[in-house]
């Protein structure tokens, strides 16, 4: 048996068509989950000013086309209010739906039917400084939309698009090439990143000959001089190293393999540049090569360039994303061109995206989004910062948060070996930090909470990480007298965790669409708390036989479904904590 969500969608289409005219068969019945009863219908209310017809009438006119009995139980079909028609399901319909998830690996998440390949521009640091709390929203969120997006079927391409070309290598390498001189060793050891990149600033701002050296090296490199590129290249791999390490600490799935920075477009930069001189879509004013979109106007209403091509002939960092996102669909096939990115490069990314629509790049089905997001404030309400005014280290705060996790776990369950509360608090810790970060609407600006985050109550990743192991702490005292049975879904708590694990697929492919990991969130935090009433409510190892077993299936489903969501979202489940 389909979803009884998907059957009522395909009865009231046809209803409609019968009722009102096959014009009317693809109108959306806008069928959804309500607190009247289990699933609401509300065409009626717009089909009504579409049709000048009083609303109460058209959901009666549609339920007269409608024999809902094998879904609805007698009564459980009433028209409401204004014209709602609010529809209460079986239980063995509703039992029946459940057996079918339980077989399903998918848990009801259906797989596209157009698979798109999703190309998603993520993490994507600055090479050479140290990564701060900053990267901690992209690569957390583009790791959770990669996850949820192959999940649903589709293809996806990752692509750490870092910042490792242009000016700040020449002062770099100048640097290390002093620092060698003076019989140094250069530790370029990732976590001496950052001083060295202060040093080498602090000679470019207040050594003139330093500064001119730096900028003969930037030509250097742009030209391709091999022993300055052999230089450059030790700062990639000391980079990549470390972000590596970052990477696999905070458990986002990008690899070595995914780096594609500015570098590699380097090469491409000048023929695009040509190109789009060529179709007079890029104009030179004064001196730069620019494109104007429509639509892009400065403060005085002046039109707004894209640069192309700098004055001085260098190539910034709008060539380069031009360059990337024309790669990106061209040699790499996507289709759906993902861009984690900061709110605060909204316009230029607005702005690469109209220059790519005007050069014929974004022909549908190519198209490409901004995933934007807000910052990470403070207490202070302002951009996090460490005690001292500094860019908090991303790898300092991970370690702080599994040692904040590691005294929660302790407090909640002094028994555990400590192996296992060694892993268990690292997966609580770092599971906290992004559930924090991804429970909260992307759009905006959060404030980093500790106590909030590791709390076992409330909205959090410690609450739903012990609402799944508390389940399997059931499984435990089960034994293994959990197989076999059937679920029968009777009380009202076990209806109530029922449709809540009927609605699963929508949550999933409601961050498809919106790229909203928060709605997930809520689906899960919804989940654990209709588990946590059902488990009050009814009892699971003390019931009699059939009924144990329906609710050791019904425990089963919603393990399975806590556990598949948190990984969703990049979030270990563990079985005890
Ligand atoms: N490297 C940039 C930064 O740290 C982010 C790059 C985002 N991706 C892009 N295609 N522009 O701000």
Not at 390 to 408: C, G, P
Request: one cysteine or more; aromatic letters at 8%.
């Amino acid at each position: 048996m389909p979803h009884p969500e998907l059957l009522l969608r395909a009865r009231f289409e046809a209803a409609l068509a019968r009722a009102f005219g096959a014009e009317y068969q693809h109108t959306d019945p806008l069928l959804r989950r309500s607190d009247r009863a289990d699933f609401q219908v509300n065409v009626a209310m717009s089909l009504g000013k579409a049709l000048r017809r009083p609303p109460r009438e058209v959901a009666q006119a549609l339920l007269a086309e409608l024999d809902l009995s094998d879904l609805c139980v007698e009564g459980g079909i009433e028209v409401a209010g204004p014209g709602f028609i609010n529809l209460t399901l079986r239980n063995d319909v509703l039992s029946e739906a459940l057996s079918e998830l339980l077989a399903d690996t998918a848990l009801g998440v259906p797989k596209a039917v157009t698979p798109d390949v999703c190309v998603i521009d993520y993490g994507s640091p600055n090479i050479a400084k140290e990564m701060h709390v900053g990267h901690l929203r992209s690569s957390i969120l583009g790791d959770t939309l990669a996850r949820v997006l192959a999940f649903r079927g589709h293809r996806v391409v990752a692509q750490n698009h870092v910042g490792d070309w242009g000016t700040p290598f020449g002062m770099l390498i100048e640097h290390l090439v002093d620092v060698r001189q003076e019989g140094r060793a250069a530790d370029l050891d990732p976590s001496e990143l950052g001083d060295f990149y202060r040093a080498a600033r602090v000679k470019f701002d207040t050594d003139p000959g330093f500064a001119d050296r730096a900028r003969t090296r930037v030509v250097q490199l742009q030209a391709g001089d091999a022993a300055t590129l052999a230089l450059w290249q030790q700062f990639v791999n000391s980079s990549k190293r470390y972000m590596a390490a970052v990477f696999e600490r905070l458990g986002v799935g990008l690899v070595d393999a995914d780096v594609r920075g500015e570098s590699f477009f380097n090469a491409k930069l000048g023929e695009l540049a040509d190109e789009l001189q060529a179709r007079g879509i890029a104009v030179l004013d004064d001196g730069a090569l620019c494109v104007f979109p429509p639509g892009f106007s400065g403060r005085e209403a002046e039109p707004l360039p894209l640069i192309v091509r700098k004055k001085d002939g260098g190539f910034g960092y709008g060539a380069t994303d031009l360059a990337a996102l024309r790669f990106r669909h061209e040699v790499l096939g996507g289709t759906r061109l993902l861009y984690v990115v900061g709110a605060t490069q909204q316009q230029h990314l607005a702005m690469v995206f109209a220059v790519a629509n005007m050069a014929g790049w974004l022909e549908p089905p190519v198209r490409a989004e901004h995933v934007s997001f807000g910052s990470v404030l403070g207490d202070d309400r302002k951009m996090l910062k460490s005690r001292s005014g500094e860019n908090i280290r991303l790898i300092e705060l991970l370690d702080e948060a599994v040692e904040r996790a590691h005294a929660a776990v302790l407090e909640k369950n002094p028994d555990l070996s400590e192996d296992e509360r060694r892993r268990v608090a690292r997966q609580v810790g770092i599971g906290a930090v992004k559930y924090a970060d991804l429970s909260c609407d992307r759009i905006k600006d959060y404030v980093f909470d500790w106590r909030r985050m590791v709390a076992f109550e409330g909205n959090t990743g410690p609450y739903l990480q012990y609402a799944h192991a508390r389940i399997h702490s059931i499984f435990r005292k089960a034994g293994d007298q959990q197989a076999g049975g059937a679920i029968r879904v009777l009380a009202p708590a076990e209806r109530a965790l029922a449709l809540e694990l009927l609605a699963f697929g929508r949550a999933v492919s409601e961050v498809e669409v919106t790229l909203e990991p928060h709605k997930l969130c809520g689906y899960l935090y919804g989940l654990a708390t209709s588990f946590s009433s059902f488990f009050e409510a009814c009892p699971v190892l003390k019931a009699p036989p059939e009924e144990r077993a329906s609710r050791l299936l019904l425990c089963e489903l919603s393990a399975r479904t806590l556990r598949t969501g948190l990984n969703l979202l990049g979030i270990d489940a563990p079985e005890r904590m």
